[in-house]
């Protein structure tokens, strides 16, 4: 397998612990996505128009603050991306990340996790904001709790 890393966007803890899992079944290094001014309880609450989230993910142009871009992306070939599903596609601080570095050349696969949406046209939404020579792989969704061997037959077939 080529070098792999799992890079990820965790709100609420839910997608950080499908990374961690994956990285362990993947034999891959870890890195967390974090943002500049961490997201709040408030700032997640979907049902409030005023909420943080509810006004970046209204205007797909926004690009929050990234707490650190030292993520060794050239060391890898390949990167698992993760991130809970936000109105239905990525947070827009996914395309914060991936227009803060170069992935020409690489394979990016997405999973996420979400409370009852699938990808939608998340891996559609994100292509803007990477290298036209970039591989984005849609992956699978990561609700619930898989075992190491389950993530481990899902890597396999991905025949990367």
Partial sequence: MKKALVAY??????????????AEAAEADLYEIKPEIPYT??????????????????????RPALA???AKIK?????????????????????TFL???DFSGKTIV?????????FGKTADALRGSVASDTRLVEGRMLNGCLSETELRSWVKTLKL
């Fill in 68 to 70: 650190n871009r030292d």
């Fill in 75 to 95: 060391e890898y070939d390949m990167v698992f991306l993760g991130f809970p599903i936000w109105w239905y596609v990525a947070p827009t601080i996914i395309n």
């Fill in 9 to 22: 966007f965790s709100a609420s803890g839910v997608t950080a612990k499908a990374a961690k899992a994956l």
């Fill in 99 to 101: 227009e803060s570095y």
């Fill in 110 to 118: 997405l999973f996420a996790t979400s409370g009852g949406s699938g």
């Fill in 41 to 62: 309880q408030a700032d997640l609450n979907w049902m409030d128009k005023r909420s943080r989230s509810s006004v970046e993910m209204n205007n797909q142009a926004f």
